[in-house]
Nanobody, 127 residues
Framework: VQLQASGGGSVQPGGSLTLSCVAS????????IAWFRQAPGKEREGVSC????????YYADSVKGRFTISRDSAANTVYLRMNNLKPEDTAVYYC?????????????????????WGQGTQVTVSS
C-alpha cells in the first residue's frame, strides 16, 4: 500500500485542521492505521490509531478530546481531525499502515512496527 498525507498548514492556537491520508494499491480496510508526529529534536510519537475494521480507536493522552481519527472506506482515506490546536501540537505528522490482525492492536507500538508510511505533512500552531 502507498500512502499520501496532506492537509497540514499554519494555524493560530485554538484553530482546527483536518489531515488526510489517501491510500493506493490496497484497501485500507485490511490495515491498522496510525498517525504519528515528530517535533524538532524529539522522537516520533504516536498520536492516534484505528484498528483494521475501524472498530477501535486510540489516542494519546495529550490529544484526547481534541483529535478524532476516522476512515472513509469508499475513498480509501483516513482522516485526523484536529481541533483546539495548541503550540505543542506543532510537528510533522505522518500516517502509517500495517497489515491488520486481531492478534495485535494498533496502539502502543514503536514506529518501526509499521511498514508503510506517508511522506509527512507539517502542522504549525503559532500566534
Amino acid at each position: 500500500v502507498q500512502l499520501q498525507a496532506s492537509g497540514g498548514g499554519s494555524v493560530q492556537p485554538g484553530g482546527s485542521l483536518t489531515l488526510s491520508c489517501v491510500a493506493s494499491g490496497s484497501r485500507l480496510d485490511f490495515y491498522h492505521i496510525a498517525w504519528f508526529r515528530q517535533a524538532p529534536g524529539k522522537e516520533r510519537e504516536g498520536v492516534s490509531c484505528m484498528n483494521y475494521g475501524a472498530k477501535e480507536t486510540y489516542y494519546a493522552d495529550s490529544v484526547k478530546g481534541r483529535f478524532t481519527i476516522s476512515r472513509d472506506s469508499a475513498a480509501n482515506t483516513v482522516y485526523l481531525r484536529m481541533n483546539n490546536l495548541k503550540p505543542e501540537d506543532t510537528a510533522v505528522y505522518y500516517c502509517a499502515a500495517e497489515f491488520g490482525s486481531s492478534q495485535w492492536s494498533c496502539w502502543g507500538w514503536a514506529p518501526s512496527r509499521y511498514d508503510y508510511w506517508g511522506q509527512g505533512t507539517q502542522v504549525t500552531v503559532s500566534s
